[in-house]
């Protein structure tokens, strides 16, 4: 395809800038188009640096020249677990924490300090493990376009949605356009694992009115996240050989009846939660067992189970409630039985306890966001609830900042072999994403 060499504003767009109008759908959508070599390019190169935890360097060394760059004045903020430790969000993931570098880049709106109309952008660029690489077409970290789309661990989540936001910067940034309110981008680490990378970010006092965390959604507004606890219960029996099992007791057989309970109480959650915005009304915040460790020997009889599992906590409700809920219903289930009232499962928390979040769905955001999407598809966004954490709930919970998830990509494509984003999607994120901070932000005036 023949390119022009050198880019040329339509002629609606200089008469844009020379008045400080806010620059229009067509122009947003004409400079997005002409930065599609670019935008593959950079995204390309995001995917290729495998940033696992305690990876995460290199990647975040692109994103902050990028971000300089385009004139932002960037920050690098070092994770440090030391400065975290009495945060109540905070988890040690068990990565070492002071090599991780979290990225915050600011355009400094014209308008006064402190008023209304600030953005924050917000992305992780740690991803997950690609798993066996036998199961991958290519190379895990190729990067590679085939019919349109991006290949790679991390290209889906979340690469997509930095460069989106990235290079929704840039488009406006050449359209000449100014924030009246500061606009922030700030590419954070560790929030598969937990999310000290954003809580760096909270600590240091990195605040906007409101943040859109740029995950995949699929360009669904998503304003309600589901949270989760990790949870392990042990049950105790007591071992005998196998050939005398009526001197023993199960501890296996023992959970059984807790299973039920527990497969019992989600199901009842379930209904009694009424919502009209969660797709699946039936999978908002499920409990799950993972794993199930018990007995030493085939021909013992088991002496002990190890139960680890995660518990949703839904929208509205508090870590500690569903904490109390679940207790009462091992502690009520165990009375019934008699070697467990003699016996009773220790239930313990550990690791991840992430809270849900809620930002209203009449939120000047939402509008502002719905309208920006509108003049890109056409069509109304879906708003959704999603069942699965995120860093949105540390700047919601923990730094009051409204916000939701918005972004390119297919999350069901997250995390599995030959994870993808169409180049397409990009496109349309970016030309979403310049609109609303267009619309959030509003345009200097001299
Ligand atoms: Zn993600």
Redesign the pocket.
């Known amino acids: 395809m023949l390119r022009a060499s050198r880019f040329t504003f339509p002629a609606h767009n200089q008469s844009e800038m020379a008045a400080n109008l806010p620059p229009s759908p067509e122009s947003i959508a004409y400079i997005v188009d002409d930065l599609r070599p670019q935008v593959t390019a950079f995204l390309q190169e995001l995917v290729r640096s495998p940033s696992l935890p305690n990876r995460e360097g290199p990647v975040q060394e692109i994103i902050a020249a990028k971000l300089r760059g385009l004139g932002l004045a960037v920050e690098t903020l070092t994770t440090r677990f030391d400065a975290l430790a009495g945060h109540p969000a905070f988890d040690d993931d068990g990565f070492s924490p002071d090599s991780r570098v979290n990225v915050v880049g600011r355009w400094k709106g014209s308008g006064a300090e402190g008023g209304q109309g600030s953005l924050l952008l917000n992305g ?1 660029v740690d991803v997950v493990s690609p798993g066996d690489p036998s199961l991958w077409s290519d190379d895990p970290w190729s990067g590679s376009l085939r019919d349109g789309r991006i290949f790679g661990r991390g290209s889906c ?2 690469k997509a949605g930095l460069t989106a936001g990235i290079f929704a910067i840039e488009a406006l940034h050449r359209l000449g356009y100014r924030p009246a309110r500061d606009l922030l981008l700030s590419s954070v680490i560790g ?2 694992s937990g999310g000290v990378g954003a809580l760096t970010t909270i600590v240091a006092g990195v605040r906007a009115d409101v943040v859109v965390v740029l ?2 959604t699929n360009g669904a507004i998503c304003p309600v996240q589901a949270g989760a606890l990790t949870f392990r219960l042990t049950v105790q029996g007591r071992a005998a050989h196998g050939a005398m099992k009526s001197e023993g007791v199960s501890a296996i057989a023992q959970f059984l009846p807790l299973f039920q309970a527990i497969e019992a109480l989600d199901l009842q959650r379930h209904r009694d939660y009424t919502t009209a915005i969660y797709p699946n009304p039936a999978n908002v915040a499920p409990i799950s067992i993972g794993t199930i460790r018990g007995g030493e020997w085939h021909s013992t009889v088991p002496e002990a189970v190890v139960v680890e599992g995660r518990c949703g906590v839904f929208p509205g409700e508090s870590p500690a409630q569903v904490r109390a809920l679940l207790a009462a219903t091992i502690a009520e289930t165990a009375s019934a039985h008699p070697w467990l009232a003699a016996h009773p499962p220790r239930l313990e928390w550990f690791e991840g306890q992430f809270e849900s979040c809620a930002t209203p769905l009449d939120h000047p955001l939402l509008t502002t966001l719905a309208a920006a999407h509108r003049q890109v598809h056409g069509t109304e966004p879906p708003v959704q609830g999603v069942p699965y954490g ?1 860093d949105l709930r540390l700047f919601v919970v923990h730094a009051a900042m409204p916000g939701v998830l918005y972004g390119p990509g297919d999350v069901r494509l ?1 995390h599995a072999a030959n994870e993808s984003v169409g180049v397409e999607e990009v496109m349309d994120a970016m030309k979403t994403i310049a609109g609303m901070v267009v619309g959030w932000c509003g345009v200097h005036t001299d």
């Open positions: 992780h989540d979340m929030e598969e995950e995949p995120a997250a």
